[in-house]
């Protein structure tokens, strides 16, 4: 009788902070994400003004920080280039990985396809890699942006498991802004649902 | 015996209805009206023409009136647009002038505008938002678009980008004509900090994964946003101009930042336990806390009021999005209001403006939220959404 007073109000107690932190067990471990850990910090010198509909060239002078931006640091992104390398969409294009409605768990029966490019960068070991996220047009747009992330860091999670050093790999989402189907119907949202693998090869001479 | 316990348990479920709300309707039947939803007041408009009469009819429709005949007015508005916009209003209970004014200068919508401002502050005796802005995202069939400004009806819009790249979550700076957005314009999704008046911008967030959502706070120092440099993407929260970054959340899907309007608090989506919820966390950092919104399904892309009495969200199902508002204090379940996504709430805490689908294109939209009543903003070309009311 004594023992369940006692016990009582400390099962209450620990319920309580339970019910408000949630449980921390069984929290699947993150990778963090090399590269650019640092914010950039310009002070806009050397742009022009914007005015109405103007754009800012050059911008992002990393004063300080010694971080590059992109090479050519012009005007917009050269977009065959990630992060100084050059982008390979086609190498690994047989491998793209689909998911579930809101679900970013890679399914079991993608297991090849992660072996397959976890190979590819096994036998190219100057390459990295670039992991697009992207989802169907049906959720709201920041959603889908941070679920897109969360698929592509879920096959980085998933590549590391394989053999791949995590700091090779890097992810980017696009949300639901660039499907592979334009449809809007069941057989189009299950291609858009996915994760496409693009090999990134050092620039010639770097 | 029986009775006692019947008789107890009606009372239990009429004091479970009430609390909070002031005039409330219990509706028998599938929603319980929990906003104190009301009708709209009745106003007869009386020689206005052209935009004036348009602006006078937008402005006023969206703040919770209703355009009737003269004699089944509460309040007579009448005047001319010929040349300025003059006008009175004429309480007719009272029979007496409430306001007479004449407004020059700028133009007829702006003058229309300053009008309409006028009317809210006399009946209503709260700050139009006549003349507030709209920051928001013009979006191709290509994924590409820039981000635009407008009075919040959608006209006189200018683009604040010209980098025909994808652009997202346009987000106000507080008493500041600058914003904060998310571009890929440099290849990867980068916040900006964008000052309007001056033209220039820098990156105030472009760690490697993606970097969105900005939301500042009300007093203009902090910035929320979701990060996924720490291995998933969390809410983490920095100055103004991106320095002093904290990590605040460690969940494994998070989105959508919103701040109290004290500044204390930040409310986001995410998942717990493979459920979608709304939950907060302090803004100096602590526990995660969830809040509820039984009744309604995958609540997503919160906004908290400024006077931080409601938070409304889009609820999203299989097929279709919802605008559903809660109170902040949890004390009520969601009311559903319009079908719709991505509300961002007016000054006045209680106009919000959204965006819905027309034809496979977004279409801003403005909805006052205790009559229910909404009306598309002008449109911009392409894909319009994300909008965010400047406060």
Redesign the interface.
């Known amino acids: 009788m004594k023992m369940n007073k006692l016990v009582f109000p400390l099962v209450i107690t620990l319920a309580a902070s339970m019910a408000t932190t949630g449980c921390k067990k069984g929290t699947p471990k993150t990778t963090i994400i090399p590269g650019h850990n640092q914010q950039i910090v310009g002070d806009g010198s050397g742009a022009g003004t914007v005015g109405n509909g103007g754009t800012m060239g050059g911008d992002n002078n990393a004063s300080g920080t010694g971080l590059n931006t992109k090479p050519g640091g012009g005007d917009t992104a050269n977009l065959d280039m990630f992060d100084g390398m050059i982008k390979d969409p086609a190498a690994l294009a047989a491998y793209t990985v689909h998911f579930a409605f809101d679900s970013a768990t890679v399914k079991k029966g993608e297991e090849s396809n992660i072996s397959a490019v976890a190979s590819a960068l096994a036998s190219n070991s100057g390459d990295k890699l670039l992991i697009e996220g992207n989802c169907d047009e049906r959720g709201t747009e920041e959603y889908n942006r941070s679920l897109g992330e969360r698929r592509a860091l879920a096959l980085r999670e998933a590549l590391a498991k394989a053999g791949v050093d995590p700091s090779r790999v890097r992810t980017i989402s696009y949300g639901k802004d660039k499907p592979a189907d334009p449809g809007h119907d069941e057989a189009a949202w299950a291609k858009n649902r996915r994760g496409d693998f693009i090999l990134l090869h050092p620039k010639a001479g770097v | 015996m029986k009775k006692i316990i019947l008789k107890f348990l009606t009372i239990g479920l009429v004091a479970v209805a009430l609390p909070g709300a002031r005039a409330q309707e219990i509706q028998v039947g599938k929603e319980i009206n929990v906003l104190g939803q009301t009708k709209p007041i009745p106003v007869s408009l009386d020689g206005f023409t052209g935009e004036a009469a348009e602006v006078l009819k937008f402005d006023l429709f969206v703040q919770g009136f209703s355009f009737v005949a003269p004699d089944a007015a509460q309040y007579q508005i009448s005047g001319s647009s010929a040349g300025d916009v003059s006008g009175r209003v004429t309480d007719k209970f009272a029979k007496k002038v409430v306001l007479s004014r004449s407004y020059n200068g700028a133009s007829v919508r702006r003058q229309a505008h300053a009008f309409a401002d006028d009317i809210v502050q006399t009946i209503q005796n709260k700050k139009g938002i006549g003349q507030t802005k709209i920051a928001f995202k013009s979006?191709s069939?290509s994924?590409n678009g820039?981000i635009f400004v407008a009075d919040f009806d959608g006209y006189n819009k200018?683009?604040?980008?010209?980098?025909?790249?994808?652009v997202?979550?346009p987000a106000w700076s507080p008493g500041k004509l600058a914003v904060y957005y998310?571009s890929?314009?440099?290849?990867?999704?980068d916040i900006f900090y964008?000052s309007l008046s001056?033209?220039?911008?820098?990156?105030?967030?472009?760690?490697?994964?993606?970097n969105?959502?900005a939301a500042v706070s009300p007093d203009g120092a902090k910035v929320a946003m979701?990060l996924?440099?720490?291995?998933?993407?969390n809410v983490w929260v920095?100055d103004a101009?991106?320095?002093n970054?904290k990590r605040l959340t460690?969940?494994?899907?998070?989105?959508?930042p919103t701040w109290s309007n004290d500044g204390q608090w930040i409310c986001f989506?995410t998942k717990?336990a493979e459920r979608?919820r709304l939950a907060k966390v302090s803004a100096s950092g602590g526990?995660?806390?969830t809040l509820s919104t039984a009744g309604v399904s995958?609540p997503?892309?919160p906004d908290w009021s400024p006077d931080g009495k409601w938070i409304a969200f889009?609820s999203?199902t299989?097929?279709d999005?919802n605008i559903c508002v809660i109170p902040a204090d949890g004390s009520l379940p969601p009311t559903v209001l319009v079908a719709g996504?991505?509300p961002s709430w007016a000054p006045n805490s209680r106009t919000l403006v959204f965006n819905h689908e027309i034809g496979?294109r977004q279409v801003l939209s403005v909805l006052d939220v205790f009559t229910k009543q909404y009306k598309d903003c002008q449109r911009a070309n392409g894909s319009n959404?994300?909008p965010a009311w400047g406060k």
């Open positions: 979006q069939a994924g820039e200018q683009s604040v980008t010209s980098d025909n790249s994808i997202a979550k998310t890929y314009a440099r290849g990867n999704p964008h001056g033209g220039q911008r820098r990156v105030i967030a472009g760690y490697s994964g993606l969105t959502s979701i996924s440099k720490g291995g998933s993407p920095c101009d991106g320095t970054l460690t969940g494994l899907e998070d989105s959508s989506a717990i979608r526990p995660v806390k995958s997503t892309e889009t999203q299989r097929d999005f996504q991505n496979h959404s994300q």
